[in-house]
T-cell receptor
Framework: DAKTTQPPSMDCAEGRAANLPCNHSTISGNEYVYWYRQIHSQGPQYIIHGLKNNETNEMASLIITEDRKSSTLILPHATLRDTAVYYCIVLLYNFNKFYFGSGTKLNVKP | AAGVIQSPRHLIKEKRETATLKCYPIPRHDTVYWYQQGPGQDPQFLISFYEKMQSDKGSIPDRFSAQQFSDYHSELNMSSLELGDSALYFC??????????????FGPGTRLTVL
């Protein structure tokens, strides 16, 4: 599976957009990009995934660059409850195991 | 909506004892995954099952074994417990191991403490 690189931590003001970057320069053509988050020792929670196109759901937007070597997760209006570790994961669609990297600790501040 | 159920939520054992963790997937989910998360660490994949057969294996110690039963629940058996086994153990389930995409739904975890 492709290796991902994320900044260890980021701060965001409450109500502002949080933009979390992820580099996956060795991604192959049939590997998906997934984003999960973990709030303080709870089970990781699915946020969004994508292959090539930008994706949006009720939680977030995922922007994937044209060369697919990086992506950005956007939380449009961050709240204090969005404080968590965010993991970017890349893997083939029918692989069973997630490899969690170090993730980004997002601190949303009042 | 029903979620993944794990039991027990907390477990305290002595060194060299055994422990059994249970996972009940979301109804109609046939694939189960186990992850271990040590203190201050990221979740590490241990093992997965699809339709009661082991489908993939990660960094699971030989002292650990797991299986998936006919009702799709899974059990992780841990023997000769060591202090380093103290961790959060997460179970996740997904609708199919052969799904086009692989969203995994995680349970709340079992916190195992080995004294």
């Amino acid at each position: 599976d492709a290796k991902t690189t994320q900044p260890p931590s980021m701060d965001c003001a409450e109500g502002r957009a949080a933009n979390l970057p992820c580099n996956h320069s060795t991604i192959s053509g049939n590997e998906y990009v997934y984003w999960y988050r973990q709030i303080h020792s709870q089970g990781p929670q699915y946020i969004i995934h994508g292959l090539k196109n930008n994706e949006t759901n009720e939680m977030a937007s995922l922007i994937i660059t044209e060369d697919r070597k990086s992506s950005t997760l956007i939380l449009p209006h961050a709240t204090l409850r969005d404080t968590a570790v965010y993991y970017c994961i890349v893997l083939l669609y029918n692989f069973n195991k997630f490899y969690f990297g170090s993730g980004t600790k997002l601190n949303v501040k009042p | 909506a029903a979620g993944v159920i794990q039991s027990p939520r907390h477990l305290i054992k002595e060194k060299r004892e055994t422990a059994t963790l249970k996972c009940y997937p979301i109804p109609r989910h046939d694939t189960v995954y186990w992850y271990q998360q040590g203190p201050g660490q990221d979740p590490q994949f241990l093992i997965s099952f699809y339709e009661k057969m082991q489908s993939d294996k990660g960094s699971i110690p030989d002292r650990f074994s797991a299986q998936q039963f006919s009702d799709y629940h899974s059990e992780l058996n841990m023997s000769s417990l060591e202090l380093g086994d103290s961790a959060l153990y997460f179970c996740a389930s997904s609708p199919s191991g052969l799904a086009v995409y692989n969203e995994q739904f995680f349970g709340p975890g079992t916190r195992l403490t080995v004294l």
